[in-house]
């Protein structure tokens, strides 16, 4: 891994002073000296100077507590900006501008004392110092009591694996902390969401390590049921306020929307009587009078125990002019001239008609037909 210079944090500036005691390396004001650093496994680690020389000719670095030939690890000279590599360098180390010693991809043997020669015109300085290189912690694990939970009725209980004393929770990548929605265990290992919704989806710990940086666990992806919470019945010709004006024989759509997760089940009901449509959508191809009525679409999400209907109304387009049949059993009609029609009694006598209303079942003598199937 390679990250950049980690943020200082209190910890890590009580690690350097319990160094610096250890070591007994406190200098003298005025004296270069390196600031110790304990570092992580897979991390860069850093060596900084303190009390540089403003006009130094070369920054030498080397392995050990002295500055021999042999124990070189690389070298920087100010004046000409080139670096030189030693016998010690492994490839992962460099020294900066500033004369700092950088280590990329830290490993344990790199643990040990380090020692830099910075040359100035009016003599040499050096200074050593000592690198700790730990073992990196694992990354912490995280597991919950369930993954499948109906929004605003089940709560979801999630559970970090670490050895950590200090852990974050995160939901949705963002930190969250004691709320009046979830709760976080005293020791930090605990997350509780007391009621989930739809937007709780993924849940995941962190702990920081001696570096500052956080070490996340894994990703936890809830399945959260929900809706629907609405129902929109949109049509085609439009209904507005729930009525639906269509022309006898032409076509008419209907189709239920909503909002909801897994997909919701679909029932249409037509004026009080359930239709073998299970679909969102529900097509009349050439609209009959039987057709007309109350249609009302219902959705039903059963893993999340709710239900939403819509109703809509289909009535005869009042300009509607032609052609016209009437539904009565004891009646047919049939095309006899441009919007006047023919129409026969169950005993065969005609009787000429406009478009119109239809005869009651009680109506049933041609002038009661004649009269009522008159254009209104």
């Known amino acids: 891994m390679d990250f950049s210079r980690p943020r200082c944090s209190p910890w890590r500036e009580l690690v350097l002073v319990a160094s610096l005691l250890a070591c007994g390396i406190f200098q003298t004001s005025g004296q270069v000296s390196i600031v110790p650093f304990i570092g992580l496994e897979g991390y860069r680690s850093f060596l900084d100077l303190e009390n540089i020389p403003e006009d130094a000719q070369e920054y030498s670095w080397h392995r050990g507590v002295n500055d021999s030939e042999g124990s070189m690890i690389v070298s920087y000279k100010p004046p000409s900006n080139s670096w030189q590599s030693g016998p010690m360098f492994s490839g992962r180390e460099n020294v900066t501008t500033e004369g700092r010693l950088r280590i990329k991809n830290s490993m344990l043997n790199d643990t040990g004392n380090y020692t830099v020669r910075v040359d100035v015109s009016s003599g040499t300085h050096r200074a050593t110092s000592w690198l700790e290189i730990r073992e990196k912690e694992s990354n912490p694990g995280i597991s919950t009591n369930t993954t499948s939970v109906v929004e605003y009725m089940d709560s979801v209980a999630a559970f970090c694996h670490t050895n950590a004393t200090t852990v974050t929770w995160y939901v949705n990548g963002i930190q969250v902390s004691s709320n009046d929605l979830m709760t976080i265990s005293p020791d930090g290992k605990t997350l509780v969401i007391l009621k989930v919704n739809r937007y709780d989806v993924i849940l995941q710990c962190a702990l920081e390590n001696i570096l500052g940086y956080l070490q996340k666990s894994a990703q936890i992806f809830l399945t959260v049921a929900y809706g629907p919470d609405s129902v929109w019945l949109r049509s085609d010709p439009s209904n507005f306020n729930g009525v639906l004006s269509a022309e006898?024989?032409?076509?008419?759509?209907?189709?239920?929307?909503?909002?909801?997760?897994?997909?919701?089940?679909?029932?249409?009901?037509?004026?009080?009587?359930?239709?073998?449509?299970?679909?969102?959508?529900?097509?009349?191809?050439?609209?009959?009078?039987?057709?007309?009525?109350?249609?009302?679409?219902?959705?039903?999400?059963?893993?999340?125990?709710?239900?939403?209907?819509?109703?809509?109304?289909?009535?005869?387009?009042?300009?509607?002019?032609?052609?016209?049949?009437?539904?009565?059993?004891?009646?047919?009609?049939?095309?006899?001239?441009?919007?006047?029609?023919?129409?026969?009694?169950?005993?065969?006598?005609?009787?000429?008609?406009?478009?119109?209303?239809?005869?009651?079942?009680?109506?049933?003598?041609?002038?009661?037909?004649?009269?009522?199937?008159?254009?209104?």
């Open 248 to 376: 006898l024989g032409s076509k008419v759509e209907m189709k239920c929307t909503s909002t909801a997760f897994p997909e919701p089940k679909h029932r249409w009901i037509h004026n009080g009587s359930l239709l073998s449509v299970s679909e969102a959508n529900i097509t009349l191809p050439s609209l009959t009078w039987e057709q007309m009525g109350r249609y009302r679409c219902i959705v039903e999400n059963p893993v999340a125990q709710l239900t939403m209907y819509r109703d809509v109304r289909i009535q005869r387009n009042p300009g509607q002019t032609g052609p016209f049949e009437c539904p009565h059993q004891n009646w047919r009609t049939r095309p006899d001239g441009q919007g006047v029609y023919s129409a026969h009694s169950s005993q065969g006598d005609p009787v000429k008609m406009k478009v119109g209303s239809c005869p009651s079942s009680a109506e049933k003598s041609p002038d009661a037909l004649s009269s009522r199937c008159v254009q209104t």
